[in-house]
């Protein structure tokens, strides 16, 4: 029998509210009236927690952005919250508060058979045939821009932040956007900016207000070329396959879904890739001689400077492989994941009531002694087969976990790798001695200055 999309859930983040009381029995802290602690989880959101968890354990509770919150932390507590064996915390509604004015109906706020039903329809763009045209445009975007830096000291992040956007034009969307790549660009910066914005109503001359308008423009333009994309059927982009993609029971997936689908993942891979990208580059800067062990790899799977890398050659580059999964524990893309519980649990030796915004810090664990020795510094065979086997298998969620895994890791594995050979066949990355940027810790992690680094050829 055909399954059919599920109802939306008669619940949603805003309709269930808790008693006042109903997290006097765990520890922490309220904050300031009206503002709570919000002021403080924005300024610094890392130094805030490791002062929470040092002062309280490993279970506190918080009031920011206009409601109390527990926050959860550890391995086991990640394990938990990500994996959901009795489905008790919703994606949905734990996200909601922060990206619903703007992101929603994106897949992460979804929640169970919803969900589910629509991740297996999206997953069609990430299947071998796709991925090996993705392969293909990324090997040629990449190398014509890289090519380019030679010999240049420049600001790193806004140039791979421009690359990525040129990339998904080209993967993603499947056409040379031109002179619309400024507007989409900024549409997603102003709506990213203001998801964490402390005004939560679109005024004039607020954050809110500049992403309510990128939505509109990227609301506008999606369902325009959705509707073309159909008509014109076939295409190996991503925004074609999701055009065309079917649920369960045949039927495409609604427009408005689509275009809703289709922001949110060109928000989530092109902020994150050149998070984590900025990040990789920054720590092989340091680290020169994992450049030398980079660099050697990539000779030998490419055979030579600035070659492509083959789509079934990704998989050689285990060293690269190791090293980035290195930059995303140390500098996380999505440093906290937040969730609603829809039942009462227990955690910590402390009962959580049904309503309560519960959130887990992926850098916080990231950080552990007790799971990575010398956690601040860079060392790549952390991820060694051997490694990997003795740790707890949630210490490490840079992509989330369970149903929730992050869709498109695998195409981020794929650029990062193609860019990574790119960059050492040609180039060393350079430095100045001693620099070491401020970053902004969150929404998502950048470094404040854009990162100056110096690409010397080889």
């Known amino acids: 029998m055909a399954t059919l999309a599920p109802e939306k859930p008669a619940f949603s983040h805003w309709s269930q509210r808790q008693r006042g009381d109903s997290l006097d029995h765990i520890p922490g802290e309220d904050g300031w009236p009206v503002l709570g602690t919000t002021l403080q989880v924005l300024a610094d959101p890392v130094a805030y927690g490791h002062r929470m968890r040092n002062t309280y354990g490993d279970v506190w509770r918080s009031r920011s952005f206009g409601s109390r ?12 919250v990500l994996f959901d ?3 008790i915390f919703s994606s949905q509604q734990g996200w909601g508060p922060v990206l619903d004015l703007l992101f929603p109906r994106g897949l992460m706020l979804m929640d169970f058979d919803h969900h589910r039903i629509d991740r297996r329809a999206l997953s069609i763009a990430f299947k ?9 445009a990324l ?7 890289v090519a380019q830096w030679s010999g240049k000291t420049m600001k790193f992040y806004p140039a791979i932040k421009k690359l990525t956007l040129d990339l998904a034009a080209d993967s993603f969307l499947g056409v040379p956007l031109g002179p619309e790549a400024n507007a989409i660009n900024k549409a997603f910066v102003d709506m990213v900016q203001a998801a ?28 325009a070329e959705t509707i073309k994309r159909r008509e014109q059927g076939g295409g190996q982009d991503m925004f074609s396959q999701f055009a065309t993609a079917t649920r369960e029971d045949g039927t495409m997936l609604p427009v408005d879904e689509v275009v809703d689908h289709m922001i949110f993942l060109m928000m989530a891979a092109h902020d994150t890739i050149t998070s984590s990208a900025t990040s990789l580059v920054y720590l092989l800067a340091k680290n020169p001689e994992w450049q030398d062990k980079l660099r050697a790899e990539a000779l030998a799977v490419t055979g030579g400077e600035g070659r492509p890398v083959a789509y079934d050659d990704l998989g050689k580059l285990e060293l690269t492989e190791m090293a980035f999964k290195e930059a995303l524990r140390l500098i996380p893309p999505v440093p906290s994941t937040p969730r609603r519980a829809l039942k009462d ?5 402390y009962l959580i009531p049904a309503g309560t915004q519960v959130g887990i810090s992926a850098s916080m664990v990231h950080k552990m002694p007790e799971h990575w020795p010398e956690p601040d510094r860079f060392n790549p065979l952390r991820f060694t087969a051997d490694e990997v086997a003795k740790r707890h298998k949630y210490a490490w969620v840079p992509f989330g976990g369970g149903a929730h895994m992050c869709l498109g890791l695998h195409f981020a594995y794929m650029q990062i790798k193609i860019l990574t050979a790119q960059l050492l066949t040609r180039y060393r990355i350079e430095i100045e001695p001693g620099y070491a940027p401020k970053w902004q810790p969150w929404p998502i992690p950048k470094p404040k200055d854009g990162l ?7």
Do not use: C
Request: glycine share 14%; aromatic share 12%; charged share 20%.
């Open 69 to 80: 919150q527990v926050s959860l932390v550890g391995a086991d507590a990640n394990e938990l």
């Open 85 to 87: 064996r009795e489905k």
């Open 128 to 136: 071998p045939g796709p991925m090996r045209h993705y392969a293909d």
């Open 139 to 145: 090997n040629r975007g990449i190398a014509g821009a």
């Open 196 to 223: 964490v914005g402390v005004v939560r109503k679109p005024l004039p001359f607020t954050a809110m207000g500049r992403g309510a308008a990128g939505r509109k423009f990227l609301v506008e333009w999606f369902t």
């Open 345 to 349: 649990f227990t955690f910590g030796g």
């Open 452 to 458: 100056t680094v110096t690409f010397t050829p080889v």
